[in-house]
């Protein structure tokens, strides 16, 4: 079983819809989740981070955390074309320094 | 948030010869810096923790004798890719959080093309 692991898509939503991510993790200890997008070519750029379960909200961006279930989301509202790129669900776990990548989930958004 | 700067964007270097990238922070004091990989659509692969003042750990698989990381400062760590090779092209990226943050900044990035 992969440490963190995302439904790689592709992922296509119409532009104004919501885009729902997901991600879950293997390790219990995990403390520190983070959203990255990518743009092809490009290196990955933090979006989110969250450390508490529930919700998060910051612009047209939601992250959700659910650590007894091991999961955490990422909702965009509104999507807009220029939100197509891959997001990159990251976790810390316990007192690792590293952050362990999930596979990424390509998102397109369709004018 | 914090700034990580890499050097250069992208090079391209002939078969058998060494390439140096470096990677700094700009606004804040880095003691720990992480190399990455990433091969076309697939996700980072971390290759290296860089410390500050000591040696470098790796991740298993990685040869340290061929990627070498030397992080002098706390605002710098250079990876060398010595006697690169065809198969070693690929992104490079390097990330480092402000000590204490969990928080992690990814640098630009390099292309490395190998021919």
């Known amino acids: 079983q992969k440490e963190v692991e995302q439904n790689s898509g592709p992922l296509s939503v119409p532009e104004g819809a919501i885009a729902s991510l997901n991600c879950t993790y293997s390790?219990?200890?995990?403390?520190?989740f983070f959203w990255y997008r990518q743009y092809s070519g490009k290196s990955p750029e933090l979006i989110m981070s969250?450390?508490?379960?529930g919700d998060k909200e910051d612009g047209r961006f939601t992250a959700q955390l659910n650590k007894a279930s091991q999961y955490v989301s990422l909702l965009i509202r509104d999507s807009q074309p220029s939100d197509s790129a891959t997001y990159l669900c990251?976790?810390?776990?316990?007192?690792?320094?590293?952050?362990?990548f999930g596979s990424g989930t390509q998102l397109t958004v369709l004018p | 948030g914090a700034v990580v700067s890499q050097h250069p964007s992208w090079v391209i270097c002939k078969s058998g010869t060494s390439v140096k990238i470096e990677c700094r922070s700009l606004?804040?004091?880095?003691?720990?810096m992480f190399w990455y990989r990433q091969f076309p659509k697939q996700s980072l692969m971390l290759m290296a923790t860089?410390?500050?003042?000591?040696?470098?750990?790796?991740e298993q698989g990685v040869e340290k004798d061929k990627f070498l990381i030397n992080h002098a400062s706390l605002t710098l760590s250079t990876l060398t890719v010595t006697s690169a090779h065809p198969e070693d092209s690929s992104f490079y990226i390097c990330?480092?959080?402000?000590?204490?943050?969990?928080?992690?900044?990814f640098g630009q990035g390099t292309r490395l093309t190998v021919v």
């Open positions: 990330s480092a959080n402000q000590d204490g943050n969990t928080e992690a900044f």
């Open positions: 390790d219990r200890g995990s403390q520190s």
């Open positions: 969250i450390y508490s379960n």
């Open positions: 990251a976790v810390k776990t316990g007192s690792a320094r590293q952050l362990t």
């Open positions: 606004d804040f004091q880095a003691t720990t």
């Open positions: 860089s410390n500050e003042g000591s040696k470098a750990t790796y």
